[in-house]
């Protein structure tokens, strides 16, 4: 079947769901949402059977609707409606919620309904909720009412007919509704509000007398204070009382500051660190590590998984200590929402000289993708709970061992980086997978595999589990078994030896030397796409076209 995916952006949602139909023999092409005309070109070139819309900020053109079946995922229970779902449901604290697929009319999110799912519902962030239940619900009711649109006679089901349903229509949420009331509200109001508006658009406060929008909450157990006060720096994080508590928060915008884009709020406020105090900063930098029998598990959930040089270098620190512990295997766990996505692009387009940052960024991911891939100590594992893009999903080759959770999506690729050549030893890692060849496609391919199709190329080992907690603890049940196969001994000596004749053939340093020769000419070059595209991505600066690589019907008619 062709299926025209209708989008604002090639986002996570979108790429599971390119993934997934793609795995199932349909033709998907993409077509992001400029202009109505732009749209309705697209539907004439490459006439799809259906029009999905993962993903969408406008309402679909009447001419499109009403020629083209469109479906439309929308991130809430049967009968919600609005642009701000997981917003009110998070602050609502619903328990439950859901993702109902519907078929376009002219009432925006009321349509007749296709096919539905529900999830339990924790406290989250509104991406971290998106990327993992709302991703997972998407991915079985898009499935499902694919599957009806092809057996033919599917009668969608009109809202008053839906038994039980019992979501209602909410308006756009405002920021006087995310308000924060620091005198009164407690630390678990503070992190609904804060998480229903994370990653976008944040809660509207101010900092140190500035406006500020906040982003990354945590909960800090046994601090507090006068309610509102700021009690310190805990990591990058600003730690604040609430009227029972204290919340941290990680992440500010200061959209009057000198970069209006997210950063860590102790660089977004530098010059005013110094009024508060340092407080114990164990545990604020993401960075955990535990052991069990003789596993050593390195946990670091970045915030959107973006790799600082700094936080390299924690990282760093804590792979020797692992590897100096009387462990056999260490598995490298990374965070729930990502694995990684690479050097930190909004702390380098913060720097003084973004160039010089780049660099010094990408050398320290370099030390620890060569840390891992030189250790002979230990059996090594990356298990991919989120999804990893660029330099993070390169890091992860490092390891011996790959394993993901089958909903994870790959971006093994960096072109999309302003054409960036990229480093952490891929040239070695990739090509030593899946052939030179493969590995060729998949960088000039740019397009995002799912955890199942790269355990097929050979980029991934293993794919197991059904959801997180599944995921982890097999990877805890898989990990001891490694650690205790009788022929332990000879696998860590045939790695050693394996490496050593590599060495020998290629020393690692020469794939360093030569990606990093490249990425010096990215980073200070005549050619200044990586910095534009950079730019484009940290500002969030909107489409103006869709990618060719991802608009095939727009090849087609060159062909
Ligand atoms: N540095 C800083 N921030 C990053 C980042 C990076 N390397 N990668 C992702 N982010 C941020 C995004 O800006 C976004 O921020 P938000 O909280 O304001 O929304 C958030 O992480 C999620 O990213 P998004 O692009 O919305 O997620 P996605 O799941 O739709 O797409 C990727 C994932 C990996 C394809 C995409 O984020 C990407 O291309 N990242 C850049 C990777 C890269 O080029 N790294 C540098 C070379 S190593």
Known sequence: MRILFLTHSFNSLTQRLFVDLTEEGHEVSIEFDIADSVT??????????????????????????????????????????????????????????????????????????????????????????????????SSRAVKTAVARYL????????????????????????????????????????????????????????????????????????????????????????????????????????????????LPASVAFASESESLPLLDDTGADGIRYE???????????FYNGAMATAQCRLLLDAYRKACARPTRVIVLMGGEDFWSNGIHLNLIEAADSPADESWNNIQAMDDLAEAILRTTSHLTIAALAGNAGAGGAFLALAADLVWARPGVVLNPHYKNMGNLYGSELWSYTLPRRIGAAQAQ????????????????????????????????????KRA???????????????????????ESIKPLVLY?????????????????????????????????WTPRHLCRHRDNRQS
């Not at 052991?291 to 959930?301: C, I, K, M, Q, R």
């Not at 391919?445 to 955890?451: F, M, S, V, Y």
């Not at 001891?480 to 590599?502: F, I, N, Q």
């Open 512 to 544: 360093r030397e030569f990606e990093l020769a490249e990425m010096r000419r990215n980073f200070y070059g005549f050619d200044p796409s990586y910095h534009y595209a950079r730019y484009q991505f940290v500002h969030k600066t909107p489409h103006a």
């Open 291 to 301: 052991e069990a029998d003789s596993v050593g598990y390195l946990y670091f959930d």
């Open 441 to 476: 496609d998949i960088m000039q391919n740019r397009l995002p595999l799912g955890a199942e199709q790269a355990r097929r190329m050979g980029i991934v080992d293993a794919c197991f589990g059904t959801d997180m907690e599944s995921f982890r603890s097999e990877v805890k």
């Open 151 to 262: 057996q033919g006679g599917f009668q969608p089901c009109p809202l008053k007919e839906w038994p039980g349903a019992r979501g209602k229509e909410h308006p756009l949420m405002r920021q006087a509704d995310r308000k924060i009331n620091w005198e009164s509200d407690d630390t678990q109001t503070v992190l609904r509000k804060i998480h229903a508006a994370d990653g976008f658009p944040g809660v509207r406060d101010e900092l140190f007398g500035s406006n500020c929008y906040l982003f990354d909450a945590h909960a800090e157990p046994g601090m507090a204070g006068r309610p509102g006060a700021l009690l310190g720096w805990r990591g990058h994080g600003v730690v604040r009382a609430t009227r029972d508590g204290a919340v941290r928060i990680g992440h500010v915008r200061r959209p009057d500051g000198e970069h209006t884009f997210k």
């Open 40 to 137: 309705e070109e697209a539907v004439a070139l490459f006439q799809p059977d259906i029009i999905l819309a993962p993903f969408l900020k406008r309402a679909i053109p009447d001419a499109v609707w009403r020629n083209n079946v469109c479906l439309v995922i929308h991130p809430g229970i049967v009968g919600d409606r609005g642009p701000s779902a997981l917003d009110w449901a998070i602050q609502r604290g619903e328990n439950e919620w859901g993702v109902t697929v519907l078929q376009a009319n002219a009432v925006m999110d009321g349509g007749d309904i296709w096919a539905a799912e529900t999830f339990p519902m924790g406290l989250a962030k509104k991406s971290s909720l998106y990327r993992n239940q709302v991703t997972e619900a």
């Open 480 to 502: 001891l078994e490694l650690s205790v196969m009788p022929d332990y001994e000879g696998r860590l000596a045939a790695k050693a030896e394996m490496r050593r004749c590599e």
